[in-house]
């Protein structure tokens, strides 16, 4: 990475590791669908003044709006399905299960867009699906392990949506990007919340600080400088940079929550993030770039 870009690597890792155990202290108080909402609307609020300064940017092709309404879908989904699953999963073993997504992505970019097989990243699949299949081996027949498998699904479309982005959108402004994928999240989620007839929003100052960090903190600025690393680094090389949140999430799992892991949770999560290391390992390019310069260049490269 540039090192500009790995200075907001760095904020949007304490942001988001972080973030895991605040959001499952949130979620003691709240339901999973009223908390999603409150953290969309709350951070479309924070982007809106920045927005309209951007507007300009606001894309006007019916083509373009239409793939990112479909990407708002499937950040709703994500999002829904994180906090679901948080409500019986731990914060680190969540973290570690989602970040389960450039497993993902290397699986889907194989058939979708050709390509190629290694040995390496066949061992890496094989790794960091056994790690996952670990993490599930004392939990069948438990609620967790529905809330793990919801957690795993979020990874599958977090995946899905990294693809998506690079192959159709990348040409979008990150910023506005990320604003209307809020904005159009809202209705949805205030559809669902008040269907179920569950929207509570507590007023006591802790959890106010802490939706508004969870908000503004990881939804709105972590999200936005991920869109933009997305849109200036190769997707695979920032998935696999990623894999350092879920110990930065379980650091502050053990922090704030005193979760603690077991020999299978530890030894399955070791396994979990070693696979997704070597899927995103890089090898020496043998010939120089036209700049003269020797580059890593990544085995598997998503656009």
């Known amino acids: 990475m540039k090192p500009g870009n790995s200075l907001l690597f760095i904020l949007m890792v304490v942001l988001w590791g972080s973030n895991w155990s605040l959001m499952k202290i949130g979620l003691r108080s709240v339901p999973p669908?009223?908390?999603?909402?409150?953290?969309?609307?709350?951070?479309?609020?924070?982007?809106?003044?920045?927005?309209?300064?951007?507007?300009?940017?606001?894309?006007?092709?019916?083509?373009?709006?239409?793939?990112?309404?479909?990407?708002?879908?499937?950040?709703?989904?994500?999002?829904?399905?994180?906090?679901?699953?948080?409500?019986?999963?731990?914060?680190?073993?969540?973290?570690?299960?989602?970040?389960?997504?450039?497993?993902?992505?290397?699986?889907?970019?194989?058939?979708?867009?050709?390509?190629?097989?290694?040995?390496t990243k066949i061992a890496g699949i094989v790794v960091g699906f056994g790690g996952v299949l670990v993490l599930f081996l004392n939990k069948t027949g438990s609620v967790t392990f529905y809330s793990a498998l919801i957690m795993l699904f979020a990874a599958f479309l977090w995946a899905l949506s990294v693809m998506y982005y690079k192959k159709y959108l990348n040409h979008v402004d990150p910023f506005v990007t990320h604003f209307l994928q809020l904005a159009f999240g809202v209705l949805p989620l205030t559809i669902l919340s008040v269907t179920a007839g569950n929207f509570v929003f507590p007023m006591d100052a802790t959890y106010v600080w802490l939706v508004l960090y969870s908000s503004v903190g990881a939804l709105a600025i972590g999200n936005v400088i991920w869109f933009f690393l997305l849109k200036e680094e190769e997707a695979t090389t920032l998935s696999g940079s990623s894999l350092i949140i879920p110990v930065v999430a379980m650091f502050f799992g053990w922090q704030l929550l005193g979760e603690g892991l077991g020999v299978e949770s530890l030894f399955g999560s070791t396994l979990t993030l070693i696979g997704v290391g070597l899927i995103n390992l890089k090898r020496r390019n043998a010939k120089m770039r036209e700049t003269g310069r020797w580059s890593a260049v990544p085995d598997t490269t998503v656009v």
């Not at 709350?42 to 920045?50: K, N, T």
């Not at 083509?63 to 994180?82: E, N, P, W």
């Not at 999963?89 to 889907?108: M, N």
């Open 33 to 119: 669908i009223p908390f999603a909402l409150q953290r969309f609307a709350i951070s479309a609020v924070a982007m809106l003044p920045a927005f309209i300064m951007l507007r300009r940017r606001m894309p006007r092709d019916k083509r373009t709006l239409a793939g990112l309404m479909l990407l708002c879908l499937l950040f709703v989904l994500i999002i829904m399905s994180q906090a679901i699953g948080l409500t019986q999963e731990s914060s680190g073993l969540g973290a570690v299960l989602t970040y389960t997504q450039p497993l993902f992505v290397y699986c889907l970019a194989v058939p979708l867009l050709e390509e190629r097989i290694t040995i």
